[in-house]
């Protein structure tokens, strides 16, 4: 559509500082891509970015994120900030995933300006979904989002990828989840800075809460003189507004999580641990994007599947074959780095 | 505990082969450990793998997979079939991750020397889940299982990568699943063979059902003449045997879908897609382990982490940077390989 547009790189990383829509719009195309330019922006960008508060909410589907989100979007605009909201959920109305209905109550907010929302999709990021959701975020903080908000279904490697990501992660729970609130306690509690305890006007809600309760009790002793997960009912759907809760003493506990990240100065840890991350999702992506580049026209893919298919090889032999290829025997990295990184 | 054993590779893949269980838990233990022996094990192995019919289960926790996997077991054993478990989940009672009662349950099959089950739990396959899970597959059919389950939560790419180990893919749906059903049907329901309603008895379940059928009539139009996803409604949970329902058609639809994948050589297909999988997974999993390698002890990682912390450079410089220190330019596959692989 817009191909009149030549993607000159500074010019669009210029436009997309100054807050221009379409620039990240296009930036986020080309980043799905898997575009080469996209690590050529993301270089450019990259300097801009880190100052936003990025919030993780991460839980099943029908769990009530996207509403919660919904109250958490007004209420910054309330403050007058800007927001982005990164929803990795295929479920997700911000994904266009849900009830019709819904989807029209999170349209609402596309009209504003200052609220940039955008959907993962489900599909089409093979091996890449969380490098591609990790640029995004940087590409919404980098527009001048100061808080930014991704929205997660918390199951697999590549949800706790990305749930790495945020500063403050928030886990929503519901009376109703049964045995999945087993995987959520085991894995994912971990993990969860505040716990949410969605649809608590359900049946089962005060012992959900009570055993939930035990759950972070127990965690506490753990790690003492650190940070103690919150845990807020909270009801974020409802017909009347009155009857909505919790919603106020979640943007309370997530300014709270944010001042004793600044106050501990934990957030440098935080922020460590995502470039560590960051690096680690980079690197595997170029490595492939190298080598496919290197396989690319020899037709030798196909011939290497059809020999193990015929168990002539096997894929360990045909993966040291091609990295003999590739790779440079007993490479180090060498003491010195290019003066450019000044390390 | 079993340090005595050198793990001598011919000796443990010899006695793998026999179907030694210590051999195969030794095995899946230097996987796990992402041992640089594993490939060597996996070589020796994986040329007595692809016989056997391996059967995927996928849906979310609570669903009743383990119960459905429990019904399985027995019908197999029952027909003098060696049976192999693979549980990704980790609520599952196979993963130790559900109520004591359910997991008291399981072990019962842990004493039949016709089933071996194993957990990939839920943590520490940094970006290698789906990769270990393949290779534990090809071990339980190297033991001489002559079916292998799977388990998977179904969420997630890493997920989506496993489920296409499975040659036959069950989806287990229940009428409780609110908002999450909306999810399945948008992505995993393109890769189900088969499609259970498990929890039949409960409210909504025939409403639930119609609306599945329509789903899957609508699905059949577009790929005429191929196999068409039978809908089986279970009851794989219930207090009397006689209030079971429905397993006997799940077993029926399984071997009608091998049937139909060996009559149609669709088979070949379903084969080569595994192995292209397998290849992208092994590969990606080799090149970080040879780059990790190569890093490793000189500290460059923490240094390159405080720089794009200090905001003097980028991930996306660092991992170019590393790349060319390690990757040979402009590197292409020869046309001649070596000629042990015979291509």
Known sequence: MA??????PDEMA????????????????????????SSQFMKLVYPNTGKS?????????????????????????????RVGVVAVDPSSPFSGG????????????????????????SRGYLGGLARSTNDVVRIMEAMGNDVVIVETLGAG??????????????????PNMGDDIQAMK?????????????KADLDGAISCLHSLEATIQLGISRKEGSW?????????????IEDLQGINELVKAINDHQEYLHQSHAIDEVQTKRIEQELGLVFKDEVQKFIFKGLKGTG???????????????????????????????????ETISSKQQI
Do not use: W
């Open 300 to 334: 030798k893919k196909q011939q290497y599947i059809k020999a193990i298919f015929d168990g002539r090889t096997d894929p360990y032999s045909v993966v040291e074959e091609v990295l003999k290829t590739f790779l440079k025997e007993g490479s180090k990295v060498k």
């Open 3 to 8: 191909k009149k547009t030549p993607d000159n």
């Open 157 to 174: 490697q590549d949800e706790v990828d990305i749930i790495h990501v945020a500063q403050t992660c928030v886990l929503v729970l519901t």
């Open 14 to 37: 210029q436009k997309l500082l100054a807050g221009d829509r379409r620039a990240a719009a296009r930036m986020i195309t080309l980043i799905e891509n898997q575009s080469e330019k």
């Open 98 to 121: 849900a009830l019709l209905g819904d989807r029209i109550r999170f349209q609402a907010h596309s009209m504003d300006d200052g609220v940039y929302i955008r959907s993962m999709g």
């Open 53 to 81: 508060m990025v919030i993780g909410l991460t839980g099943s589907g029908g769990s009530g994120k996207s509403s919660l989100i919904n109250h958490l979007i007004r209420q910054y605009r309330d403050q007058g900030k």
């Open 228 to 240: 103690t997960p919150p845990l807020i009912p909270t009801v974020a759907s409802a017909a009347k």
């Open 186 to 198: 085991a894995g994912i509690m971990e993990i969860a800075d505040i716990i949410v305890l969605n």
